[in-house]
C-alpha cells in the first residue's frame, strides 16, 4: 500500500522524567498496543547537555531505527498510526489534529507563567483562570459533544492528549489554577478523563507505575 513503510525496528521515546506532559500520549499509545519502546526519561540535570541536540530545544523526541522526529503531535500522529490510535479516515484524522492543534494553543497561553514567580505568576495565572484556559476548555467540549470519544467512535490520540491536560489542570500542581475548574467549565472534559483512565490499556500503563 502507498504511504505505509516497514514496522520499526527499534523505538525510542525521550522525555522529562515524570508522569504527563507532552510526551505522555506517546508513551500511553505505544503501551496500549503493546509495541516494544525505550522508556527515555530524562532527569533535569542532564537536559542541558542534550537540549541543543534537539531540532528546536525541547522535548519529546521520537527515534525510529536511528531517525529522529520532534514536535509532539508530529509524534503523536506517528505513533498512533503504529498504535492504531489515530484515525484512517481523512476527516476524522483533520479533527483529531485540530484537537491536540488546539491542546498545543493552550499551551502555549500557558508558557509564559512556568517563567514567573510571586506576584507575577498569581496575576499570570488568574488572568488564565478568567479568560483563556475556559475559552479552550469550553471549545473542547464544544467539539466533544455529546460523544464518548472525540473522533471515530473510539480512543484515539486526541482523547490521550485532552486526558493529559485535564490531569494536570486538576492536579493542585499548579498554583493559582483551581483544582475544579475543569469539572466547572467543562464537566464532560473531566467525565472524558475517567473514561480514557479506565480504558483497560490505559489502566494497564498507570497500573504498572503504580498511579
Ligand atoms: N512544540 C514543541 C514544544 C516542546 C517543548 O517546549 N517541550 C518542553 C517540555 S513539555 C521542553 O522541552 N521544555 C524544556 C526547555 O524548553 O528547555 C512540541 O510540541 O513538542
Redesign the pocket.
Known sequence: MTGQSAPPRSIKLTY?DFHG??GEAARIALSVAGIPFEDDRVVFAT?AAL?PTTP?????MLEVDGRRL????AINRYVGRLAGLYPEDAWEAARCDEIMDAV?SLYGDMTPSFGMKGDAQKAERERLVAGPIPLYLRGLAGLLGDREWFVDGRLTMADLKVAETVRHLSSGRLDHIPTDLVENVAPTLAALRKRVVEHPGVRAYYTRFGL
Open positions: 522529562f506532559g507532552r537536559w537540549k528546536f530545544g525541547g522535548l519529546p520532534s514536535q509532539s503531535n498545543e
